[in-house]
């Protein structure tokens, strides 16, 4: 049996509206990203957390 969920949308299907990314902000070597949208009427907001790596951003951690 193999997992058929999304974490990001938290559900197995989504009807994403009302989509809103914020700007990228640094700090030293971490960045954010916060994303907000509307998953079946359902408001939510997902942080990235980058980290920068040899010049490259990598995603560190995800925030819901």
Do not use: M, R
């Amino acid at each position: 049996c193999a997992l058929d969920y999304d974490y990001i949308v938290a559900g197995q299907d989504y009807d994403i509206k009302k989509l809103s990314i914020s700007n990228f902000i640094t700090h030293k070597n971490n960045g954010y990203l916060t994303v907000k949208f509307e998953n079946w009427q359902v408001p939510t907001q997902v942080t990235f957390e980058f980290q920068n790596i040899n010049h490259e951003w990598k995603i560190k951690c995800i925030l819901n």
